[in-house]
């Protein structure tokens, strides 16, 4: 509510709004992980919870009609620039593939089948449930395959609390990697030959779950 009132006396979204989100962002990942023990990227996400719901009602055009709009546009530049790239490139360093024996290796390729099967089939199924056609649901196993930077950031919280060794988190960061380039060749299989505007809408049903 503070930060609403405090932006919404602006005229338009000012660099200080965009600064002092991720300020908040950086507190509540600090609170999270200082006071409640839980991982800082969970204070993170509820900041960004909170920051996304308060609005512009004059920023621009009424579909981007979001404080978290303006300040999605303002962080790309830092995040692409800086922030994704060194936390990327901390996590690969960790990873010295010469040294992993062939039982890793076949453990990193196995891990890696079991990570894309269970993502297909459970996020096809669960479309399933919600009343999608087969097609559709598909598709949506297959877009849901991709390990992203959560995963990296759990697998180095546990590496960090001694949970992980240094033989397991090599084929997580392996499993990352592979189901997030495949991810987009499966897919474009998956919607071959179909035009955009082609693409059925989702149930009602589905859409109100």
Known sequence: KIFKKWTDQAEKGLRRHAIMAFVFCLLMAYVAE???GVADITGAF?????????SKSDFVLKKFDTMSYMLESKFDTLSYLLLSPV???SIGLKVELPK???????FAVILTIVAILTKIVGCALGAKM???KNYQCARIGVGMISRGEVALI??????????????LFA???LVVIVTTLITPILLSMVFKGEKPQDTPA??????NI
């Open 87 to 89: 936390f990327f490139a």
């Open 100 to 106: 992993m024996s062939a039982a890793i290796v076949g």
């Open 130 to 132: 919600c009343g999608y």
């Open 34 to 36: 200082k006071f409640f």
């Open 202 to 207: 989702a149930p009602a049903e589905s859409a």
């Open 171 to 173: 084929p997580i960061v």
């Open 154 to 167: 759990v697998a180095q919280k546990g590496y960090q609390a001694g949970m992980l060794s240094d033989d």
């Open 46 to 54: 509820i900041a960004g919870l909170i920051i996304s719901n308060t």
